[in-house]
């Protein structure tokens, strides 16, 4: 594969997962190239979910923390936090086929209890709830349950809570079970890290069109080099005026100038251009 050195035990983290849940060309440039550094924005949601993660810590106290910079040593951290009989881990650290995922907050009631997966998150919407947080969790999920010897109980988010008053960290976070929610993603698991393995085995980057997964669930740090050839002013300006889904399909039949015959629809007088751009 890329840049990742094979003598590593793994192949795939849970970020570069979301990448490939994003889209596989994100995926496979990500694997091979520099990353661009993210958007302010983006950067404010990573840096506000690293302190949703230390918070849940107040809301689940007196746990081990897997430290280590090495991988090999927070699995064996973690392997020692289980068998020790600790009953709250943060950042417990599992590998299973070459995934490895850190695990924010795993929990369980007594010695002889399931695991219970609980994942901290910043403020929620329910895009985002569908498009990232679910993704995240479940690939935490598959990895979980296919441990030898380790029983799964449930997984679950906590947000940040928008109308908290208090730095209380137990008042801070609404907590949510999503258990069954995504027992269809953990189905499609298999198949779907098979394709991200194959793309980043791949000598060239997949063919993929540009849509609205280019920003979403956040805009994608490659975007420039997908959107190069697309013109401004172009078709991008019809956004606030017409039908979204046939506009992405008219850019990916090279029908990019608003001077173009072939163009439908009317330019809005602002235009929102940069908007989509951005």
């Known amino acids: ?23 596989p060309k994100y995926l496979y440039l990500g694997d091979r190239e520099k990353v661009p550094s993210p958007s302010p924005d983006d950067q ?31 699995l064996l951290q973690t392997e020692n936090a289980i068998k020790s009989g600790a009953l709250i881990i943060y950042e417990a650290t599992f590998i299973h086929e070459g995934i490895q995922v850190k695990v924010d907050i795993l929990k369980r009631q007594t010695e002889k209890s399931p695991w219970e997966i609980w994942e901290a998150k910043g403020f929620t919407n329910q895009k985002s709830h569908e498009e990232e947080y679910l993704p995240d969790i479940a690939i935490q999920t598959w990895v979980l349950k296919n441990q030898k010897d380790l029983e799964y109980k449930s997984s679950n988010l906590i947000y940040l809570d928008r109308e908290a008053t208090t730095d209380n960290p137990p008042e801070l976070f609404t907590s949510l079970d999503v258990t069954e929610e995504i027992k269809p993603l953990l189905s499609e698991m298999p198949a779907l890290i098979t ?39 172009s078709i991008l300006d019809l956004f606030g005026r017409g039908n979204k889904a046939n506009l992405w399909k008219q850019l990916n039949q090279n029908i990019l100038s608003l001077e173009d015959p072939r163009a439908k629809g009317t330019p809005s007088n602002t235009g929102i251009s940069n908007t989509v751009r951005s």
């Open 1 to 23: 594969m890329g840049k990742e050195s094979k003598s590593k035990p793994y192949w795939l983290t849970k970020s570069t997962f979301m990448r490939g849940v994003q889209c």
């Open 44 to 74: 404010f949601r990573m840096d506000l979910g690293k302190k949703a993660g230390e918070y849940a810590r107040g809301y689940f106290p007196g746990g081990i923390l897997v430290d280590h910079p090495s991988v090999e040593e927070r």
């Open 195 to 233: 394709k991200m393995k194959e793309v980043l085995e791949s000598k060239k980057p997949p063919e993929i069109k540009i849509s609205s997964h280019c920003n979403s669930p956040r805009a994608c740090p490659f975007k420039e080099q997908c959107w190069s050839h697309i013109p401004e002013p």
